[in-house]
């Protein structure tokens, strides 16, 4: 039984891995604001989540277990207010459907552009 | 006095929340548990609601869990399907509008939220029945069409709940 959960445990973190690495690689790959909008949305939704239901498997305590359930419910309430605040903030601020996201950094040492190879990106947050 | 006891499942709720978050179980966590969550709940009646919790939040808990389950199910399905978008660069990012045939407000409110859980669907905006929702993968300008796509499985889950606790506002 034992062998079992961690086995889901390590089935889900690998999902999650998974998710977070094609976020990056999204990120990096998509230069308009929604895209990467929706791009960024889907990090916490599929891998913040993942992570969460993998330690929920194998959770040593009941009370643990509950922790993360709470955990979980505030991460997906609190994700999607924040996702739909930021939409909703650049639709009202003007922002078109191809207007493409101003790089703040340009100039300066952490301007990611010139890195934006997919196998760099990966290796950032993955 | 009154109030308090009409919201003590809510009250219940939140001292069970306390008491989790705390790991003891003790007559004084408990004690302390529900006074924090009376002090809460008469805050946000009176300050941010500025109506009856119970009046607003009115779902069938049953339903909720089921509801749940949906939604972390549709979460995977759609994730996946936007993860291959997203490596084979096929994206098409467009605004779809539609109406919903739900009518209060705090279902409506689920619907939007759960659109925008899901990975490929953003809410951009919502008035009365209307939503404006940001497709990563708009592949119909039908709005019938992409309503049913998108809200599909919610919708069909939400509508018998407020048909059952018959609200008409």
Same mark, same amino acid.
């Given at each position: 039984m034992n062998t079992l959960a961690q086995a889901v445990s390590t089935a889900f973190l690998v999902v999650s891995m998974f998710f977070f690495f094609v976020t990056t690689l999204g990120l990096f790959r998509f230069k308009t604001v929604y895209a990467r909008l929706h791009i960024a949305g889907k990090c916490l939704t599929g891998g913040a989540l993942s992570v969460i239901l993998a330690y929920l498997v194998v959770a040593p305590t009941p009370a643990a277990a509950f922790r993360l359930f709470i955990a979980m419910l505030l991460l997906l309430f609190t994700n999607a207010l924040g996702t739909h605040a930021i939409t909703r903030g650049s639709h009202h601020s003007g922002v078109e459907l191809n207007t493409l996201e101003e790089n703040s950094m340009a100039g300066t040492a952490f301007d990611p552009r010139p890195r934006m190879t997919p196998d760099a990106s990966g290796e950032g947050d993955a | 006095m009154q109030r308090i006891l009409n919201n003590a499942g809510f009250v219940f709720l939140l001292a069970v929340v306390w008491v989790i978050l705390n790991e003891n179980l003790s007559v004084l966590t408990i004690l302390g548990g529900v006074i924090v969550g009376i002090v809460a709940l008469y805050f946000t009646n009176r300050l941010?609601?500025? #109506? #009856?919790y119970q009046r607003i939040y009115r779902v069938r808990p049953l339903m909720l869990l089921g509801y749940s389950l949906v939604l972390v199910k549709e979460i995977y399905v759609a994730g996946f399907h936007a993860m291959v978008k997203i490596i084979t660069r096929k994206v098409n990012v467009n605004i779809v509008e539609f109406d919903t045939q739900l009518k209060d407000d705090f279902h409506i409110s689920l619907l939007a939220n759960s659109i925008t859980l899901t990975p490929g669907t953003v809410t951009m905006e919502k008035s009365g029945q209307h939503l404006k929702v940001i497709w990563? #993968?708009?592949?119909?300008?039908d709005s019938a069409e992409a309503g049913r796509e998108i809200m599909g499985s919610f919708e069909r889950l939400l509508l018998p709940s407020e048909k059952r606790l018959g609200r008409h506002e």
């Open positions: - | 941010v609601l500025k #109506d #009856d990563i #993968d708009a592949h119909t300008n």
